[in-house]
């Protein structure tokens, strides 16, 4: 078996992986692809802690319990099928993509654990799909929702994790936002395996962490639940994220993503001289964009980029320049900003966890 990028003997998956960079247990695609709005099934990314379950829709149960609803309920995959059904077009991205720009662009060490250093995504660690299934207000609600919930925690089907239980609680309003939905079908088709067949969590504009694949059981609380992944792994830690006092958690809570742009080109990467149209893609968790911008000169001056496409509220913007290249290295940034006025910041504040790199960075091109 082969950590890193590279091959595997076994499979953790049933997509076709060749093509993808192998990070342990986990799939990146090839972020030049990355040209199409909707991301085609085959080229999304796949995140797993351990291996792809295969469970039958036949066979499929979703338990609701906890002190903050009235009644524990069952429901069966039929069951939601029946159920009013809502469509989302939103982004996925795990909380770790563009951790290695750290490393190459800011060249400091990340944290030695697993979920780090095997993790070593690029900026290929995102897609953009259409989700639809059922909001999962409606089944709170089936519940007996009691004015006293504070936390929904859903949690997953993974057997051999080796975080255990895959969960992470959410605020109640978030939960209850229309567009938080337990989704059944993947760009117009039922969930794919890798993807969380049968059902699966959709949270738009949080790190994907938040959106549980093969959910199995959501606990419905009336008190604050600490788990592994909001106590040691989705947290920020570092010389620059204080920890609350008597908080059991290492370090700030990350839930929302961040606003950010990448070139959908292999990095680094060798061109011909002469023109080129070069692509990318920018998004600002539940916020369109307003323009993109890009720079060969090191940001001494910048240019304006063509959005193309769709540009939704969960949704990405893909954008477009023409570019002359001449002989030698190059790099190229691009920088983003949301209808908020909101811009991509020039630097960050190092996490040791590697997460939400959205600073402006460039992009290496060798000329030839």
């Known amino acids: 078996m082969t950590l890193g990028r590279g091959t595997m003997e076994m499979s953790y998956w049933v997509k076709d992986s060749s093509g993808m960079s192998v990070l342990d247990r986990s799939l990146e695609p090839k972020v030049e692809r990355l040209t199409d709005y909707l991301t085609p099934t085959e080229q999304f990314f796949v995140c797993n802690s351990g291996a792809t379950p295969r469970i039958q829709s036949g066979s499929y149960e ?3 319990v906890g002190d903050g609803i009235s009644n524990d309920v069952s429901l069966s995959y039929d069951d939601l099928l029946t ?12 909380a770790g993509n563009h951790r290695s720009m750290f490393r190459d662009v800011m060249g400091v060490e990340l944290d030695k654990r697993p979920q780090v250093t095997e993790l070593m995504w690029s900026t290929g660690a995102i897609g953009m799909a259409e989700w639809r299934g059922v909001p999962l207000a409606h089944v709170l609600e089936m519940a007996g929702l009691k004015q006293s919930a504070y936390h929904v925690c859903p949690k997953g089907s993974e057997t051999d994790s080796r975080e255990g239980i895959i969960e992470i609680p959410m605020p109640l309003s978030k939960a209850m936002d229309p567009d938080t939905i337990l989704a059944l079908e993947m760009n117009g088709q039922p969930l794919p395996p890798d993807h969380g067949h049968p059902v699966r969590v959709i949270v738009p ?80 968790p539940g916020r369109p964009i307003a323009s993109v911008h890009w720079s060969d000169d090191h940001g001494a001056t910048w240019n304006d980029a063509t959005l193309s496409g769709p540009n939704e509220k ?17 790099a190229i940034m691009t920088r983003a900003t949301d209808i908020d006025g909101r811009t ?16 402006v960075h460039p992009h290496p091109i060798e000329v030839t």
């Open 62 to 64: 979703l338990r609701l």
């Open 83 to 94: 159920m009013p059904q809502h469509t989302v077009r939103a982004v996925m991205e795990c």
């Open 205 to 284: 504009g949080w790190i994907g962490a938040y959106s549980v694949k093969w959910v199995r059981e959501i606990e419905i609380s009336t008190e604050h639940l600490w788990v592994t992944r909001n106590t040691e792994f989705y947290v920020m830690m570092g010389e620059d994220w204080p920890v609350e006092a008597g908080s059991p958690a290492k370090g700030a809570p990350i839930t929302e993503q961040s606003l950010k742009s990448a070139l959908a080109l292999e990095w680094p990467v060798s061109l011909p001289a002469g023109p080129h149209t070069l692509r990318g893609f920018a998004r600002s």
């Open 314 to 330: 969960w949704g990405w913007a893909l954008f477009e320049f023409q570019w002359t290249a001449t002989p030698g290295d190059h």
């Open 344 to 359: 991509q910041p020039m630097s960050i504040p190092f996490n040791t966890g590697g997460y939400l790199y959205n600073a």
